[in-house]
């Protein structure tokens, strides 16, 4: 059944999912270390956002991906610098205020 990402995520050390906005939202809040793997639509922007900040590797689309492959991914995963990273994000994620900067951008 569902889980909620507010509980399970911080019981984890990294997040393997499809690479939906709130999926990965929740994720990088958590401040974990992220692979996406995308099968459809935005969730490869997602996969390559996450790979370009830094909090995890490349996305793998699902239909490519190989058992042999998940060691490296659980690796890069558990890797100082995308643990450092990951965590970053969540602390810059901590202080945004999203309502704030969403009503400045509307009265531009």
Do not use: N
Request: neutral net charge.
């Amino acid at each position: 059944g569902p889980c909620a990402h507010d509980w399970l995520l911080p019981k984890v050390s990294a997040v393997v999912h499809h690479g939906g906005a709130g999926t990965t939202a929740a994720g990088l809040k958590a401040g974990k270390p992220t692979l996406v793997c995308p099968f459809f639509g935005d969730q490869y922007f997602w996969g390559e956002m996450v790979h370009r900040a830094g909090a995890g590797p490349p996305p793998c689309p699902i239909a490519k991906m190989e058992v042999e492959q998940l060691g490296q991914y659980f690796s890069d995963l558990c890797s100082e610098e995308a643990i450092i990273k990951a965590q970053g994000l969540a602390e810059r994620m901590a202080r945004e205020d999203g309502v704030q900067a969403g009503v400045r951008g509307l009265m531009r």
